[in-house]
């Protein structure tokens, strides 16, 4: 294909050219049979006028609109393998109560992991927009028995064509990165793409914390595992009213949206002097308030850390900054001071911090990830038992401690998946997924 119809716009020839190079190496790795769970690219080409979608699936084909000049348009077109159910929240939505089966929400979680760990440790992949949304479903043809091999585990399972069963595929690389030499390295605001699943030491420590690293993904699949698990809806959806208090928010401006030099949060600043503001009926707030909407959510459904907690101390000045704010207004005593020279404007800010608490203990009563009532919470704790754990992990504060994918897929919480399930499989129906086995030579798989 002739990227030149893009030279008006380097970065997002740049941008392009980087999403088609993901494509074809994740393609490779399927037609390879190095890891079944990414979609594939069937072909592109340019064309001057927009497909109609009622004559091409719109599953089929990713359209780019290219301005070349003032009077000219071409369409940069991309055909893909078809997923014919759509996306994993599309389809979870479509369930009786929105929610999938036990046995077939493992099967999914583990392809989406797998196909993590394989783009992980064959290209460095970093995607940052990891959502259910962005993960696709390709329904079974005929019954198929999975085989997957990781160093010296083999995990087995059924994929049923009568059943709630698929293949799992990730799509959409546009904000994805495979550069091995920019890990850890400045990502300039590259991790800023869905607001709702930024990572939250991006928002507790800023700047110094927006480098190119896995664990950020890591974080956003936190989040689509509750989504996943939970069923619902994604968590912003399920606690749409649960929205920043006023006071707490411009406390937390004073800090975001400080525009000098010295500050540790020039990129999230940008971000929000960026975001439009929207003033309709729909979204009578400004844009920006999703970022604060954001944080409250997260600190409603993982709590407030102990200003003592070990993963906090390691995060720096700016994060204990915004941590004692949070607990001034979300946490601690609700006695009045005592002293004679109280002022009503003291006493106006000591009703707001105590409606703010109580606002957030009712909030987390509902929401919290360990203790809230809410169903999708409930069944998360109950499909996931024990293995809570590895999801309270996953959105850690401390980037530094969450677990790489090949630790994920090792721990306890796919035990179930094994050996043994395929035993019986015929070699027409055995997929057989075996590049990560331990080999011979006992080399060492990368830990990532």
């Not at 035990?415 to 129906?429: I, Y």
Request: hydrophobic content about 40%; proline content about 5%; overall charge negative.
């Amino acid at each position: 294909m002739d990227i030149t119809v893009l030279h008006n716009d380097v970065r997002a020839a740049n941008e392009v050219t980087r999403e088609l190079a993901i494509l074809c190496h994740l393609t490779k790795l399927v037609a390879r049979r190095i890891c079944p769970n990414f979609v594939t690219i069937i072909g592109s080409f340019v064309q001057c006028y927009p497909s109609s979608p009622s004559s091409i699936s719109c599953h089929l084909e990713k359209t780019r609109r290219c301005q070349i000049n003032d009077s000219s348009v071409a369409w940069l077109c991309v055909r893909m393998g078809l997923c014919s159910c759509g996306d994993v929240e599309s389809w979870l939505g479509r369930q009786p109560g929105m929610v999938l089966p036990t046995y077939t929400t493992l099967r999914f979680f583990f392809q989406i992991c797998f196909a993590l760990y394989a783009s992980r440790a064959t290209l460095g992949l970093r995607h940052y927009d990891l959502k259910l949304l962005n993960f696709l479903v390709a329904p079974v043809e005929t019954d198929v028995c999975a085989r997957y091999h990781l160093a010296d585990a083999t995990f087995d399972f059924q994929l049923h064509q009568e059943a709630v069963d698929a293949w799992i595929k990730l799509t959409d690389f546009g904000t994805s990165h495979m550069e091995r030499v920019s890990l850890g390295k400045p990502a300039k605001g590259a991790i800023f793409t869905t607001i709702e699943n930024v990572p939250i030491d991006l928002l507790l420590s800023g700047d110094i914390q927006c480098t190119h690293t896995y664990a950020h993904d890591t974080f956003s699949l936190g989040l689509a595992t509750l989504h996943l698990f939970g069923g619902g809806g994604p968590y912003e959806e399920l606690m749409d009213y649960c929205t920043c208090p006023d006071d707490l928010r411009l406390d937390l401006a004073a800090i975001w949206l400080d525009s000098r030099e010295v500050s540790s949060f020039k990129i999230l600043a940008s971000l929000a002097s960026n975001m439009e503001d929207e003033t309709d009926d729909t979204h009578p707030k400004p844009a920006r308030y999703t970022l604060f909407d954001t944080f409250y959510r997260f600190l409603v459904l993982l709590g407030v850390p102990t200003s003592n907690h070990d993963s906090i101390s390691k995060l720096g000045s700016a994060a204990n900054r915004v941590l004692d704010i949070v607990r001034t207004h979300l946490i601690g005593s609700d006695n009045r001071p005592e002293y004679p020279e109280r002022s009503e404007f003291e006493d106006v800010l000591f009703l707001s911090h105590i409606k703010s608490k109580q606002l957030f203990a009712k909030h987390t009563a509902t929401f919290n990830l360990k203790k809230g009532v809410h169903p999708a919470m409930a069944r998360c704790r109950k499909q996931l038992g024990s293995n809570i754990n590895i999801l309270t992990a996953m959105l850690d504060f401390d980037p530094r401690r969450r677990p790489t994918m090949r630790s994920l897929l090792m721990s306890p919480i796919f035990d179930s998946l094994r050996g043994g399930a395929s035993n019986a499989a015929t070699d027409d129906s055995l997929h057989l997924f075996d590049a990560f086995k331990q080999d011979i030579f006992e080399r060492p798989l990368p830990d990532v």
